[in-house]
């Protein structure tokens, strides 16, 4: 009897991707092995590492260290002067890069693929080849908040742009005989903040910066945010991060048309840099996953007797 071979598509969505961490949790818990994964922005990130060899535990754990010492984790924020987009990234490349110990895709125990998005050809772009380390920066590349990637002859953005949730793309790849996609993104009524803080330890070298980094903390700024949408009066970073999330549940509806389980932690009202609420992500990936471990199950069971 051939093992059934399960393949895991995690989806997009910042700090919300942290619920992939229960998610694991759960199936490790109960022994389920997963064989093959593809990941698109924060879903490349856990889907990496735990491709790399890193354990739910371990995933965890790096999770809980950054909710402890968030200060820590915002110093790999290099803010830039170019209008590409306000972190550079190279620290983040740098910490990634760190953590998988220097990792290319044919070192990985599982099989792995990171998406993102060619900027320049407006083509998806499948990594399945070079450093893992950059996969994944390429795929975590929000516009205007992380500047484009330059990979071989390609400028790379968030996989997230075109594919929330990468089904498909593993489904054709890997021909799993399950696959399971976690979505982050679900409809709901937008509640934007009335006061945004950012919590961010940066101190501006020079004038250009300081413009680009205070300009929306000023009280002449708020008052013009306030008198062009009383009702609302959003940052414009809020308007920013739900117009990809529109964007992103409408994709995902027809990723997960080839999925055979869909998980969808509720997560949705948490933002997308609240990598301080971990512990309440990741519960709440573990969450849904045991809601829907008894469909799984009988997805399993009816594929094990199967003989060929």
């Given at each position: 009897?051939?093992?059934?071979?399960?393949?895991?598509?995690?989806?997009?969505?910042?700090?919300?991707?942290?619920?992939?961490?229960?998610?694991?949790?759960?199936?490790?818990?109960?022994?389920?092995?997963?064989?093959?994964?593809?990941?698109?922005?924060?879903?490349?990130?856990?889907?990496?590492?735990?491709?790399?060899?890193?354990?739910a535990k371990d995933l965890e754990k790096l999770a809980l260290d950054i909710e402890k010492n968030k200060e820590e984790f915002y110093k790999l924020f290099d803010f830039s002067k170019s209008l590409q987009g306000?972190?550079?990234?190279?620290?983040?490349?740098?910490?990634?890069?760190?953590?998988?110990?220097?990792?290319?895709?044919?070192?990985?125990?599982?099989?792995?693929?990171?998406?993102?998005?060619?900027?320049?050809?407006?083509?998806?772009?499948?990594?399945?080849?070079?450093?893992v380390s950059e996969a994944i920066r390429a795929s975590i590349s929000i516009p205007v908040i992380f500047q484009p990637y330059p990979w071989k002859d390609k400028l790379l953005i968030d996989g997230g742009v075109?594919?929330?949730?990468?089904?498909?793309?593993?489904?054709?790849?890997?021909?799993?005989?399950?696959?399971?996609?976690?979505?982050?993104?679900?409809?709901?009524?937008?509640?934007?903040?009335?006061?945004?803080?950012?919590?961010?330890?940066?101190?501006?070298?020079?004038?250009?910066?300081?413009?680009?980094?205070?300009?929306?903390?000023?009280?002449?700024?708020?008052?013009?945010?306030?008198?062009?949408?009383?009702?609302?009066?959003?940052?414009?970073?809020?308007?920013?991060?739900?117009?990809?999330?529109?964007?992103?549940?409408?994709?995902?509806?027809?990723?997960?048309?080839?999925?055979?389980?869909?998980?969808?932690?509720?997560?949705?009202?948490?933002?997308?840099?609240?990598?301080?609420?971990?512990?309440?992500?990741?519960?709440?990936?573990?969450?849904?996953?045991?809601?829907?471990?008894?469909?799984?199950?009988?997805?399993?069971?009816?594929?094990?007797?199967?003989?060929?």
């Amino acid at each position: 009897m051939k093992k059934k071979k399960i393949g895991l598509a995690l989806g997009s969505g910042g700090a919300k991707g942290l619920s992939h961490i229960g998610v694991l949790k759960v199936l490790e818990r109960e022994g389920i092995e997963v064989s093959y994964i593809s990941g698109s922005s924060a879903g490349a990130l856990i889907g990496g590492l735990y491709a790399k060899g890193y354990s739910a535990k371990d995933l965890e754990k790096l999770a809980l260290d950054i909710e402890k010492n968030k200060e820590e984790f915002y110093k790999l924020f290099d803010f830039s002067k170019s209008l590409q987009g306000i972190i550079k990234g190279e620290k983040i490349l740098e910490y990634l890069d760190n953590i998988l110990e220097g990792s290319s895709f044919s070192n990985l125990k599982i099989p792995f693929i990171s998406l993102a998005v060619d900027l320049i050809t407006g083509e998806k772009v499948i990594i399945k080849e070079g450093k893992v380390s950059e996969a994944i920066r390429a795929s975590i590349s929000i516009p205007v908040i992380f500047q484009p990637y330059p990979w071989k002859d390609k400028l790379l953005i968030d996989g997230g742009v075109l594919s929330p949730v990468p089904v498909k793309e593993l489904r054709d790849l890997y021909k799993p005989d399950i696959i399971i996609g976690v979505s982050l993104h679900k409809r709901t009524i937008w509640k934007p903040k009335r006061e945004i803080q950012i919590d961010i330890p940066y101190q501006p070298n020079n004038i250009t910066e300081k413009i680009t980094y205070k300009m929306t903390q000023t009280k002449l700024f708020k008052e013009f945010q306030q008198r062009l949408n009383p009702l609302l009066n959003p940052s414009l970073f809020e308007v920013l991060m739900q117009t990809i999330d529109i964007m992103n549940y409408e994709l995902e509806n027809q990723n997960l048309k080839n999925a055979d389980l869909v998980i969808v932690p509720e997560v949705q009202n948490f933002g997308t840099f609240d990598f301080d609420k971990a512990s309440d992500i990741i519960a709440l990936g573990e969450k849904a996953m045991e809601e829907n471990l008894s469909s799984l199950m009988k997805l399993i069971e009816k594929k094990k007797f199967i003989f060929f």
